[in-house]
């Protein structure tokens, strides 16, 4: 049998570079990805430092995992990189590194030194600047005195990961990008970091995934929050049978494994703050629905996958749909890991459960409410002191210890308690002083007390998109 002739066609890097920073991440999708390369590395913590500085401003994701040596990490930064992964790894196409920083930056650069007695520190780069100019499939390695001063005495001589992002055109898309919205724009985004890594890491977060620590993550030096979207804390909320199915794959046959939650009503929940903090990112409406996990890790957080509408009486269900690697053919899984679609067989066999799922959150919704108490009437005193402040998130000043960082404060937002009482101080742009307490709280407690409170939060849900800067000022 004669020999066929073969030609090698390599891909042009500068086009197709250009063409794999558009896979479908935002940022907050991106900086999960990177943490996910944390968890499979076994790291126990990971800090996420977002510091403002202009066109200078970077992000850094450093861990105290395994780490990598030369060889493992030049192979990091091919695209489609050469590995085995195990079952329960959150890594799965060999992309992620790379496509969800580039997504961000036009420079990546990746510090690391391997958990072996008398490692090095290694350190690779990725610039789209020099690509653009060369043409070429290139990646720098750095010597000690080239390294990026964020990255610099990150690790000590721990082993462990930096990974930064510098050159950020993707997030800083201003015309004056030292300026105070740019700055905002900036303080915004990593309030919703903090949001999504406490909702896609709650079970790492929160100790419950097998043979693991619990995981901790800071955002600018505050601890990130598991939040659990079946409030299992509550005393009121019902767990409803729990349901496996088998599904087909191109990698074989394997189980899904379904746990519904039925939450209680408004009234029903221990405080108003636990109910509000409950409602998630996106509000009660939009987090009903199914929460699917693949090894441990939230993908999607509510949503019907079209089996149902939205409903105002189902808003108190959610499901936890839970499977590994094996399926990730059948479910769809894209390189960003931010949505899946549910098998047709699947489907089928969902379809009557969702319906008594969406009557038992009915059946919920209606029962009888207890009125609320009044809060108690405080006589108002100049100057009064309100209550202890919760844990800030603040924008980096640039130090390079992530645990001791002096920084600009973050806004609170109405979904995290982590993120409140904040002001600015030490940097190029101020953001506004916040509104009297008074101003935000009369808004609440005058919903609270028409009943409203769900439709004032998807007002703030909707002011922090049209007008950032009125919300801002109303301490939203």
């Known amino acids: 049998m004669a020999v066929r002739k073969t030609i090698q066609v390599v891909p042009r890097a500068r086009r197709t570079l250009t063409s794999l920073r558009n896979l479908g991440y935002d940022l907050r999708h991106a900086v999960a990805d990177i943490v996910d390369n944390s968890v499979s590395a076994d790291a126990a913590t990971v800090h996420v430092t977002v510091h403002f500085d202009g066109t200078r401003s970077w992000i850094r994701i450093s861990d105290d995992g395994r780490g990598m040596d030369a060889e493992t990490l030049s192979e990091a930064f091919r695209y489609g990189s050469d590995r085995e992964y195990n079952r329960a790894e959150l890594g799965r196409f060999g992309f992620g590194l790379k496509s969800a920083s580039t997504s961000q930056c036009r420079r990546l650069t990746v510090v690391s030194r391997a958990d072996t007695p008398g490692a090095t ?9 020099h690509i653009d100019e060369v043409d070429n499939w290139e990646i720098f390695d750095l010597a000690p005195d080239e390294l990026p001063e964020p990255t610099r005495a990150v690790l000590g001589e721990a082993s462990g990961t930096v990974v930064l992002w510098e050159g950020l055109d993707r997030v800083l898309r201003y015309q004056d990008p030292f300026g105070g919205w740019a700055k905002k724009q900036l303080i915004a985004h990593a309030e919703d970091i903090d949001q999504h890594l406490g909702m896609v890491f709650h079970r790492f977060l929160a100790g419950e995934v097998a043979d693991r620590e619990p995981l901790q993550i800071t955002v600018n030096g505050t601890p990130v929050e598991a939040w659990d979207p079946f409030c299992r804390a509550e005393p009121s909320t019902s767990a409803l049978q729990e349901e496996d199915m088998e599904v087909r794959s191109l990698d074989g046959n394997a189980i899904v494994h379904l746990r519904p939650f039925v939450l209680p009503n408004q009234n029903h929940f221990s405080s ?205």
Request: glycine share 6%; charged share 25%.
């Open 272 to 476: 108003q703050a636990v109910w509000k903090r409950a409602s998630g990112p996106k509000g009660w409406n939009r987090q009903q629905g199914f929460y699917i996990y693949r090894a441990e890790r939230l993908i999607q957080s509510g949503g019907w996958c079209r089996l149902r509408a939205v409903d105002e009486h189902a808003k108190l269900a959610r499901i936890s749909l839970e499977f590994f690697p094996e399926l990730d053919s059948a479910f769809g899984v894209n390189v960003a890991k931010a949505s899946v679609t549910l098998p047709e067989e699947l489907r089928k066999e969902l379809t009557p459960l969702v319906t008594t799922w969406g009557r038992a959150a009915d059946t919920a919704y209606r029962q009888k409410q207890r009125p609320p108490s009044p809060p108690p009437r405080r006589p108002r005193r100049s100057g009064a002191a309100s209550a202890s402040p919760a844990p800030t998130v603040r924008l980096s000043s640039g130090q390079p210890d992530p645990g001791h960082e002096q920084a600009s404060s973050i806004r609170p937002t109405a979904f995290s308690p982590a993120l409140a009482n904040h002001r600015d101080v030490g940097t190029t742009s101020r953001v506004p002083e916040a509104a009297p307490l008074s101003a935000r709280g009369a808004l609440e407690a005058a919903a609270s007390q028409a009943g409203e409170s769900e439709a004032l939060n998807r007002i703030m849900s909707a002011l922090r998109t049209l007008s950032p800067e009125v919300a801002h000022d109303l301490g939203w």
């Open 121 to 129: 520190l290694e350190a690779r780069q990725l610039d789209l600047d």
